[in-house]
């Protein structure tokens, strides 16, 4: 996979953070709700990653998630990060 990929990936429509906040377990929301909307999976093809490494990504992310629902960071921002990480961890099981 071209470095890089990943951001053409589409960022999906910002989900409405009432009910992101009421959500119990947050990351499981972000990482279900990215994995289906942008449809990661499909995308990966042969990559090998699998939903719950993506969850792991997602979790590690878990901060920058909590600073987009106090509007302290922008939803593009957060989802091009994981975006990123999800990159570097296809970049690394392909080496």
């Not at 992101?20 to 090998?48: C, H, M, Q, T």
């Not at 878990?62 to 990123?84: P, S």
């Amino acid at each position: 996979m071209e470095p890089g990929v990943f951001f053409e990936l589409p960022i999906p429509p910002e989900p409405d953070k009432r009910i992101v906040e009421r959500e119990y377990d947050r990351v499981e929301f972000i990482s279900s709700y990215l994995w289906n909307k942008a449809e990661i999976y499909d995308f990966l093809g042969p990559a090998g990653i699998h939903y719950g490494e993506f969850k792991t990504i997602v979790r590690e992310n878990r901060e920058k998630i909590e600073r987009w629902l106090r509007a302290e960071c922008e939803w593009k921002k957060l989802v091009e990060q994981i975006y990123y990480d999800l990159e570097e961890l296809v970049r690394l099981k392909n080496i």
